[in-house]
Nanobody, 115 residues
Framework: VVLVESGGALVQPGGSLRLSCAVD????????MAWYRQVPGKQRDLVAL???????DYRGPVKGRFTLTRDNVKKMVYLQMNGLEPEDTAVYYC??????????WGQGTQVTVSS
């Protein structure tokens, strides 16, 4: 299973970005998908997840600002990020929990929120 993130960029505070994760896998609809983020020197933290039924869960700092969706036909996961804050600056990683095979990670995409 291969995950490829895109969409990271430099954006001003209050701005928006949409991250995309393309998944190369044969049974994508069965995967639980998530986005994590990591800043240097800190652990990788869960941002949001969407399970195979499309149910989402968001961690506290991003609730109400980020929206996670999936397209099972295109095998894509999208993280819409609005109201970005400097504290959202991090490398964002796409994660797949593949039944019977375990976790897979993408290479990460850098999001920088700065004026």
């Amino acid at each position: 299973v291969v995950l490829v993130e895109s969409g990271g960029a430099l954006v001003q505070p209050g701005g928006s970005l949409r991250l995309s994760c393309a998944v190369d896998g044969t049974r994508f609809s069965t995967y639980d998908m998530a986005w994590y983020r990591q800043v240097p020197g800190k652990q990788r933290d869960l941002v949001a997840l969407i399970n195979s039924d499309g149910v989402t869960d968001y961690r506290g700092p991003v609730k109400g600002r980020f929206t996670l969706t999936r397209d099972n036909v295109k095998k894509m996961v999208y993280l819409q990020m609005n109201g970005l804050e400097p504290e959202d600056t991090a490398v964002y990683y796409c994660h797949a929990d593949v039944p019977g095979l375990g976790p897979y990670w993408g290479q990460g995409t850098q999001v920088t929120v700065s004026s």
